[in-house]
């Protein structure tokens, strides 16, 4: 039953058996730092390579719609007479002429459209409007959501349940059929507003469409966050932490803000994150049926609305903002995926 | 259980309710009324179509008229079809765009349960990453990107199907891929996710120990749990295809329901626009009550509550 | 003259992990007779479970038998195929898990789910294995068997289902039960009238049982042999008496002085085993237990030590034991 080992083999000697020091036994033992929550979590979604690889081309495309514009000759409502149609690095016969005259023209990258609106710049603005939607749609649907949720899940009972009867009846609406409808009507005591009451009149300039797309999106879309919010709120405010601070004399929306809130931060900032491709789908959406920011304010939606009619002579116009739009709504869900998997305590391994 | 449905069958009539009367509000916002795009009508023949139609009366009035038709199922007349009832129209359309949606589900479910469970199977092998990245790519590609870009490849490239109508099978082709592009991806990574998350659960190590093959491993202890949440889905991917249709039928340029709530808008054609939305919405809100419930008797944890 | 049912000898079990290959056992040697109650006690991680699902073949990705050889019943375990294993499992040998809230499918009545194994492994028609299940909840303990047999999972409690699954275990007759700390998820009371379910069913059908646990007090009263296992190792091994009354092992003894007894009139404190479990990926060379160890000595830390025979049937791999030799001897190699 044992291998009954020859003592002879180990050439054994009586210092040996002298017992081991505290120092030469604590060698063996190997422990590990522990790090802080956020620390951890941002460590990880570094390692994540696609994740990093998705944020870098976010921030490249933030570039390019908000800043290149800036600095391009050219302008998104800008109709260059004899400028029509040309495909990519092509110039107009005027254009060619003024290069001649030794006077530089800069080239159109994508071409133009048939009313000879540089096709770059466009897509410039059209991302720009795609993420502007995107990052203030899904702010106004964390605080509305957020704030909705928790003051439910913390105050329970009666305020929880009718507060809840709500989000479940708006939760039920069909929201794409009635945002439809919302983007048609609300247009006209908008403009009414923006025209005839001056403290409004920023409402121009923004554009009644994109002001509309946001007030829809927070009317409706708030729902989902709030049931998130609820949910965590409920199974934090059993734990102890919370009854010490009520002991210690906290007020509801301190410890609202303060403790509950900040624990569920990891949730929140995921649900955010990918609250946002999901508005800038729903807004190109809107846009392609022809019910989104108005012209001459281009969306990648409507630019390849546009696009279809011409599909066979200018592919571009239609790749161009086809290409943009799923590149940024793939890299922002790449980026919720990521932040997920690395702010996801249950999934540590 | 019956709490339950009484419960939600109770929402949904609340939920149309609401859905019939914000439409109606929003539809008298819109300043104007339906017949003043047209060819400038005389005073006198505006006066009689808003007669003819009703609009001349009060909010209320008219209010209170319409739903007490609606509710025994008489949707009025088409203002800018004349010679049409919106009931006709609706049922025109809802028969074309059903057969769209019935296939385009039929599809995103065939392609994505198989694909997501093989995935989870091959966790980590190259089968499985190349259709988690097939699968996130296609989640991101919004609808009317797939249906433009398929055009530009098999009708203007390659030329081999046509792209105006559903008159013949080819047809279909197109239109089906398209709208079923999203919902596919979806249910394959949903299919994933829960796949594996019940090949890592105890039971299937208990089956495992009973000493079953993996055929049956799989087929009768794991497909059964992992599809739970794909039945879940339904609902909302049923909401999806309805609002998916719109574009799809817009650039295919298919006569269904989706192209005809969508042009009612343009048009201003109150009763067709009122009458589209209450029948989809009503479509959307039973699907998704019938799904909830058909969910709860499948799954055997919930059948007492 | 007793058959020899299990026999498994040096056995070396890694898993091939992307962090490195984890050591799960080093060299594990473990021999039962028929009709005999073994109890594998140790910690979590000391490889107590890795062995017996080693014997069913149900060791998980990517675990790999690197060395040594499983006998069992006449076969050689670990060159068997898939195929070979699966008409094995819940037939010649079963097992019982830890949870029983999660081992059982939830979309399944209990009834399917024992007459699942019956029909796989016996050549019994439906209604043979409907009678011989509801046989089998009899036996259990389980009262209107008829009734339970359309019930799911979730309708009984805890302690019924555990008896579900021994239920399953024994359908087949297996000649070994394995019982992955069967009790551990269930109340105190439920998990002594669990123990005397097993023992009463051991002795009705002759079958071996390897009870795994962590708990000394059920392998007082159950188990005939007793193996100590610490990082992947045999550390002490013997009679129940042995073990209890002579233990040689500092592991042994510290595993049995942090029992907290009733008996204890003045407030003693718990005495905890100082420490932390070793780290599977790096090994020590020496004895893995030599950290924790109160009396480590200087030649613990560098090298592993060898199986020292005290009785016929208690050995123990203890560095202590060869001092005790190497003394005797005069302190001459």
Partial sequence: MTEKKNPFSFQLDASDFLPADKEEKQGLVVMRQSVSFWRDGLRRFRKNKIAMVSLVVIILIMIFAFVMPSFYPYSYEQQIRGSENLAPMEYSAEELALIEQGIDVFPHILGTDSLGRDTMVRLMMGSRISLLVGIVASILVLLIGSIYGSVAGYFGGKVDMIMMRLVDIIYTVPDILIIILLMVTLKYPLQNLADTVPAFSWINTIGVGLICIFIVFALLYWVGMARIVRSQILTLKEQEFVTAAKALGAGHGRIIRKHLLTNCMGTLIVTTTLQIPSSIFTESFLSFIGIGVAAPMPSLGSMAAQAIGGITSYPYRLLAPAIMISLIILSFNLIGDGLRDAFDPKLKN | MANYVIKRVLLAIVTLWLVATITFALMNMVPGGPFLAEKAPSEATLKALNEKYGLDQPLIVQYKNYMGKVLKGDMGPSLKQRGRTVNQIIANGFKVSARLGGLSVLLAILIGVPLGSVAALNRGKWIDNVIIVISTCGIAVPSFVVSTVLMMIF?????????????????????????????SSYITRLMRSSMLEVLGQDYMRTANAKGLSRFKMLFKHALRNAILPVVTYLGPLLAYTLTGSFVIEKIFTIPGL???????????????????????????????????????????????? | MSKTLLDIRNLRLSFFTPAGEVKALNDVSIKMEEGEVLGIVGESGSGKSVTAYSIMGLTAHPGKIVGGTIDFNGHRINDMTEEEMRKIRGNEVSIIFQDPMTSLNPVYTIGNQIMEVILLHTNKDKKEAYDRAVELLRLVGINEPEKRMK????????????????????????????????????????????????????????????????????????????AVMYAGKIVEY????????????????????????????????????????????????????????????????????????????????????????????????
């Fill in chain 2, 258 to 305: 989706g192209n005809d709530f969508i042009s009612s808008i343009v048009n201003r054609d109150y009763m067709l626009i009122m009458g589209t939305t209450i029948f989809l919405a009503a479509l959307i809100i039973v699907m998704n009550l019938l799904v909830d419930i058909a969910y709860k008797l499948i799954d055997p944890r919930i059948k007492l509550k």
């Fill in chain 3, 151 to 226: 019930q799911y999972p979730h309708e009984l409690s805890g302690g019924m289902r555990q008896r579900v699954m021994i239920a399953i275990a024994l359908a087949c007759e297996p000649k070994l039960l394995i019982a992955d700390e069967p009790t551990t998820a269930l109340d105190v009371t439920i998990q002594a009238q669990i123990l005397e379910l097993m023992i009463e069913l051991k002795n009705k059908l002759g079958m071996s049982i390897i009870m795994i646990t962590h708990d000394l007090g059920i392998v007082a009263n159950m188990c005939q042999k007793i």
């Fill in chain 2, 155 to 183: 009708s203007v490239k390659l030329d081999l199907l046509p792209t105006y109508g559903l008159s013949s099978p080819l047809h279909y082709i197109m239109p089906v891929m398209a709208l079923s592009f999203y919902p």
């Fill in chain 3, 238 to 333: 013997g009679t129940t008496d042995e073990i209890f009354y002579n233990p040689k092992h500092e592991y042994t003894k510290g595993l049995l002085r942090s029992i907290p007894k009733l008996s204890d009139k003045d407030h003693k404190k718990l005495v905890p085993i100082e420490g932390t479990p070793v780290d599977m990926l790096n090994p020590p060379a020496g004895c893995p237990f030599a950290p924790r160890c109160e009396s480590c000595m200087k030649i613990c830390l560098s090298k592993m030590p060898p199986y020292t025979d005290i009785t016929d049937s208690h050995y123990s791999a203890c560095w202590l034991l060869q001092k005790e030799e190497f003394d005797q001897k005069g302190g001459r190699p």
